[in-house]
């Protein structure tokens, strides 16, 4: 079955830095989205993407958050200048339609110190 | 807005026993319902899923779920399990249209141990 690809597996950066967590969709996946889990909580929805633009945000996804899928092959999650609460695994998924199978990646461990 | 619970957080069960995973949802309007599975360091894969139709919903790996819209429940079932089932379970819903129907609500997850 094919896969969606996330790097790096585990990042650790400091409070006030920027990250991006990258993801490599399957290719002929056409949404894309990004979920988040902190330690001992439920998963939580943060952006969809369709068309090169967000399509739905969370109330968590403020404007420290950007995604972008710049070269129609990677999407990006960017993160401006984190926070010790940021500290989540971040999932990255994609679907070919909007009711159709949701594929995750195996999710980026990011640790704010 | 949507909410999921999942009663259970930790379920241990012994092999080749059945299980019943409970999930309840409290929503507004009209939603789709999703059971994903989730393995030792991997992502969330889904399970099944219910749409329209028949409320009883087959999945892969000889899960079953039943949607109850009067009781508000989605509770996943499988009569046998392997120890292989042994990995964390989420409930999700989503709207069927409107705002926010890209995105699934999850609830907080049941953990699976099948003893052997």
């Known amino acids: 079955e094919p896969e969606v690809t996330q790097t790096p597996s585990h990042q650790v950066t400091q409070m006030g830095q920027e990250v991006i967590l990258r993801c490599v969709p399957i290719s002929n996946h056409l949404y894309f989205y990004w979920y988040r889990q902190i330690l001992g909580q439920k998963v939580e929805f943060l952006v969809s993407f369709y068309n090169n633009e967000i399509s739905e945000k969370s109330e968590i996804f403020d404007d420290q958050f950007s995604v972008e899928r710049p070269d129609g092959s990677n999407f990006t999650l960017k993160i401006r200048s984190t926070k010790l609460e940021d500290s989540a695994m971040y999932f990255c998924?994609?679907?070919?339609?909007?009711?159709?199978?949701?594929?995750f990646g195996s999710g980026t461990q990011l640790s704010v110190l | 807005a949507q909410s999921v619970t999942q009663l259970d957080s930790q379920v241990p069960v012994f092999e080749e026993a059945p299980v019943e995973l409970r999930c309840n949802y409290s929503?507004?309007?009209?939603?789709?319902l999703f059971w994903y599975v989730q393995y030792p360091n991997q992502g969330l894969q889904l399970l099944l899923k219910y749409l329209s139709g028949s409320t009883l919903v087959k999945g892969i790996n000889g899960f079953e779920a039943e949607f109850n819209k009067s009781q508000t429940s989605f509770h996943l079932r499988k009569p046998s399990v392997h120890i292989s089932d042994t990995a964390e379970y989420f409930c999700?819903?989503?709207?069927?249209?409107?705002?926010?129907?890209?995105?699934?609500?999850f609830g907080k997850g049941t953990k699976l141990s099948v003893i052997p």
């Open positions: 998924a994609g679907s070919g339609g909007v009711r159709e199978k949701l594929f």
């Open positions: 929503s507004s309007v009209s939603v789709y």
């Open positions: 999700a819903v989503s709207r069927t249209s409107g705002a926010g129907s890209y995105q699934l609500t």
